[in-house]
């Protein structure tokens, strides 16, 4: 079966850090573009981070310079550090697989599919 699996989500205070990862099944993580999502209560999903088939990196402005997302084709995961975590960084982190690479620069959501479960992140004052 083809899908995603997140983990690695959690509880932290502000300023911490977590690192959650994206688990490929069913297909060769290396020809595909990975991204990360994540949506807040009562909002829309919201582009973070992806990373392309060849390795470029896209972020979106509101963790620029604090998130990373890097990936293991060995081991099908892709990984997304966040570091200097904030309260308005809480909510349901999901990743998707890129149709192809082209929206992984556009972090545009309806480019992705493939959604895993996603993980909880909540950080606390």
């Known amino acids: 079966q083809i899908q995603l699996h997140e983990s690695g989500g959690g509880m932290v205070r502000a300023g911490g850090s977590l690192r959650l990862s994206c688990t490929a099944s069913?297909?060769?993580?290396?020809?595909?573009?990975i991204g990360w999502f994540r949506q807040a209560p009562g909002k829309g999903r919201e582009g973070v981070g992806c990373?392309?088939?060849?390795?470029?990196?896209y972020y979106g402005e509101s963790v620029e310079g604090r998130f990373a997302v890097s990936r293991d084709n060995a081991k099908r995961t892709v990984y997304l550090e966040m570091n200097s975590l904030q309260p308005e960084d809480t909510g349901v982190y999901y990743c998707?697989?890129?149709?192809?690479?082209?929206?992984?620069?556009?972090?545009?959501?309806?480019?992705?599919?493939?959604w895993g479960q996603g993980a909880q992140v909540a950080v606390q004052v």
């Open positions: 069913g297909f060769d993580l290396d020809a595909w573009a």
């Open positions: 990373i392309s088939s060849d390795s470029r990196t």
């Open positions: 998707g697989r890129d149709y192809s690479d082209y929206g992984c620069p556009h972090l545009e959501s309806v480019s992705f599919h493939l």
